[in-house]
RNA sequence: GGCGACGUGGCCAAGUGGUAAGGCGAGGGUCUGCAAAACCCUUAUUCGCCGGUUCGAAUCCGGCCGUCGCCUCCA
């Protein structure tokens, strides 16, 4: 399996550091607001990944982290005059009910960043002793010129960089401007930890330093994020646990592009920034959602349109329909070898599309051109236990696609239409026997009726069938 | 100013040296009482533009044009 590392900015194999165990951690929510659409797609890449490591074969171990002390937390909670604890919970159940509402795995560990101040603390005094944490005031802040390897993830020359206008006050008594904190002094009212630098809490980089190390060791697989997090965010993670710990924090590091919406980049200013919850009460569909999101690779920047999402259905629909075909396929004593030969092409290409860097786009054609030779196969009557064979390859598939199976997906989307399957059994019944004696005008309304009530007739060969658009 | 990505048919999107996957859409046909679904045919002699390397390039190199992202807490 290859993957594209952006350490080194090129495609790897993938060798575990642990043969047959993937160590993944990956970068979770700030919980002071619902996650929007742009979030969710990271989360998405990294469900993928999840996926398609254990559809190859490996047991994953998998920790994201959850932000639930930070500035914008700290000033919401303040505003709101509740405790951050009672501030994020809801943002924290909003976040599982969106991974949920996806279909993204729920992984091993969510660790917090409050319930491991005192990993932070640990690592940070271990910064201090190697020389690469200095303190002032109240703060301690890292060292970068104590850092050789600094820049090596991002390619950032920080002699280079513009100087921009952000200057906070936390800044006040660095050494170098570049530096970066990692313990802030806790101003009043603000939260606060007990450090031997003081009351105070931490800075944003060492939480996933202190629990990656925690949760899968000292070194690991795999690190993942937004682009948007590989600068400054990995770039000091890497510094804070290399400086601590002498080796190397993760092998590879991945990172998926953003999502635009209309062509521009999602921000609150352009009323274009969309929640899961924003694009469901518009009645979109999660199923299409989580379709466009796997249409696109992962490195590619994938624009968001309500026009993409509609054609995403109707593709989710082409697979719907060869499923309704394929139930009510008849089975002969036909030469299972097309089915032998589609079935085995689309399972190889499909591997090989996933293993190459999570290419699903490509997997999906792969999907797609095996839809195409069992359609074809159905019109000319499928091989015994053909079935079977096509929806084990479905089947297989949606282990990591998980955006197949319309059944699964159904309860949430119901629309009913009021009618019961008895009901429409019935009234199926009553035009095929209007059909029988041509009376058509009778046999229309019929349909007509289903069709409002959300059902959809199809005269086949041996009869009518029919299901719930 | 620095770093990086991208530009493929009407739209979307794979393909990164061997002669353009797939989805959506459109047109024609078969099937059907009519539909629906499916199938067949058609829809890029061509991959932003210009040079170069090569037997051969969408794919490599150089230049140009255009779009986008990051440049200290935004996935």
Same mark, same amino acid.
């Given at each position: 399996?290859?993957?594209?590392?952006?350490?080194?900015?090129?495609?790897? !194999?993938?060798?575990?550091?642990?043969?047959?165990?993937?160590?993944?951690?990956?970068?979770?929510?700030?919980?002071?607001?619902?996650?929007?659409?742009?979030?969710?797609?990271?989360?998405?890449?990294?469900?993928?990944?999840?996926?398609?490591?254990?559809?190859?074969?490996?047991?994953?171990?998998?920790?994201?982290?959850?932000?639930?002390?930070?500035?914008?937390?700290? +000033?919401?909670? @303040?505003?709101?005059?509740?405790?951050?604890?009672?501030?994020?919970?809801?943002?924290?159940?909003?976040?599982?009910?969106? @991974?949920?509402?996806?279909?993204?795995?729920?992984?091993?560990?969510?660790?917090?960043?409050?319930?491991?101040?005192?990993?932070?603390?640990?690592?940070? !005094?271990?910064?201090?002793?190697?020389?690469?944490?200095?303190?002032?005031?109240?703060?301690?802040?890292?060292?970068?010129?104590?850092?050789?390897?600094?820049?090596?993830?991002?390619?950032?020359? @920080?002699?280079?960089?513009?100087?921009?206008?952000?200057?906070?006050?936390? !800044?006040?008594?660095?050494?170098?401007?570049?530096?970066?904190?990692?313990?802030?002094? /806790?101003?009043?009212?603000?939260?606060?930890?007990?450090?031997?630098?003081?009351?105070?809490?931490?800075?944003?980089?060492?939480?996933?330093?202190?629990?990656?190390?925690?949760?899968?060791?000292?070194?690991?697989?795999?690190?993942?994020?937004?682009?948007?997090?590989?600068?400054?965010?990995?770039?000091?993670?890497?510094?804070?646990?290399?400086?601590?710990?002498?080796?190397?924090?993760?092998?590879?590091?991945?990172?998926?592009?953003?999502?635009?919406?209309?062509?521009?980049?999602?921000?609150?200013?352009?009323?274009?920034?969309?929640?899961?919850?924003?694009?469901?009460?518009?009645?979109?569909?999660?199923?299409?959602?989580?379709?466009?999101?796997?249409?696109?690779?992962?490195?590619?920047?994938?624009?968001?349109?309500?026009?993409?999402?509609?054609?995403?259905?109707? +593709?989710?629909?082409?697979?719907?329909?060869?499923?309704?075909?394929?139930?009510?396929?008849? !089975?002969?004593?036909?030469?299972? $070898?097309?089915?032998?030969?589609?079935?085995?092409?689309?399972?190889?290409?499909?591997?090989? $599309?996933?293993?190459?860097?999570?290419?699903?786009?490509?997997?999906?054609?792969?999907?797609?051109?095996?839809?195409?030779?069992?359609?074809?196969?159905?019109?000319?009557?499928?091989?015994?236990?053909?079935?079977?064979?096509?929806?084990?390859?479905?089947?297989? +598939?949606?282990?990591?696609?998980?955006?197949?199976?319309?059944?699964?997906? $159904?309860?949430?989307?119901?629309?009913?239409?009021? @009618?019961?399957?008895?009901?429409?059994?019935?009234?199926?019944?009553?035009?095929?026997? /209007?059909?029988?004696?041509?009376?058509?005008?009778?046999?229309?309304?019929?349909?007509?009726?289903?069709?409002?009530?959300?059902?959809?007739?199809?005269?086949?060969?041996?009869?009518?069938?029919?299901?719930?658009?």
């Amino acid at each position: 399996m290859k993957l594209f590392n952006s350490l080194g900015r090129r495609l790897q !194999e993938l060798e575990p550091l642990e043969p047959g165990h993937i160590r993944l951690y990956t970068c979770g929510p700030t919980v002071y607001d619902r996650v929007h659409i742009g979030n969710l797609r990271t989360f998405m890449f990294e469900d993928v990944l999840r996926r398609t490591l254990q559809f190859h074969g490996y047991r994953v171990t998998q920790a994201m982290n959850l932000t639930d002390v930070e500035d914008k937390i700290i +000033a919401a909670a @303040l505003k709101a005059k509740v405790d951050i604890e009672t501030f994020t919970a809801p943002h924290v159940g909003s976040f599982f009910e969106d @991974l949920a509402t996806l279909r993204i795995e729920r992984v091993e560990h969510y660790p917090r960043a409050t319930e491991h101040v005192a990993e932070m603390v640990a690592m940070i !005094e271990r910064l201090q002793a190697t020389g690469h944490a200095y303190r002032a005031d109240d703060s301690v802040f890292f060292r970068i010129a104590a850092d050789q390897d600094y820049g090596k993830l991002s390619g950032i020359d @920080l002699d280079q960089v513009r100087r921009g206008q952000r200057v906070q006050s936390d !800044e006040y008594g660095k050494e170098d401007a570049r530096d970066f904190v990692l313990w802030k002094g /806790a101003k009043e009212g603000e939260p606060r930890w007990p450090s031997p630098w003081g009351p105070g809490r931490p800075g944003w980089h060492i939480e996933c330093s202190a629990m990656s190390q925690k949760y899968l060791g000292k070194t690991f697989d795999i690190h993942c994020g937004g682009v948007d997090n590989l600068f400054p965010h990995h770039e000091n993670e890497i510094a804070q646990s290399e400086s601590a710990n002498c080796c190397p924090q993760a092998r590879y590091w991945l990172h998926s592009e953003h999502l635009t919406v209309d062509g521009e980049k999602m921000s609150k200013s352009l009323g274009n920034c969309y929640t899961l919850g924003d694009l469901l009460d518009r009645g979109l569909s999660a199923r299409s959602i989580r379709y466009l999101l796997l249409s696109v690779h992962y490195r590619q920047q994938l624009d968001f349109t309500f026009d993409k999402l509609a054609e995403a259905d109707r +593709a989710l629909k082409r697979v719907d329909d060869m499923r309704f075909r394929l139930a009510h396929g008849v !089975e002969k004593d036909n030469d299972p $070898a097309r089915l032998e030969q589609a079935a085995g092409d689309f399972e190889t290409a499909f591997a090989a $599309a996933l293993a190459d860097d999570l290419n699903t786009a490509a997997a999906l054609g792969a999907l797609f051109t095996f839809v195409h030779e069992v359609n074809g196969l159905i019109d000319h009557g499928l091989p015994a236990g053909g079935r079977t064979r096509v929806e084990a390859c479905l089947g297989r +598939a949606d282990e990591v696609l998980a955006v197949l199976d319309a059944a699964a997906w $159904a309860e949430s989307t119901e629309a009913g239409g009021g @009618l019961s399957d008895a009901e429409i059994d019935a009234l199926v019944a009553a035009r095929s026997e /209007a059909r029988a004696s041509r009376d058509f005008a009778a046999a229309d309304r019929i349909r007509e009726q289903l069709s409002e009530a959300g059902v959809v007739v199809e005269d086949a060969r041996d009869g009518s069938r029919w299901k719930r658009s």
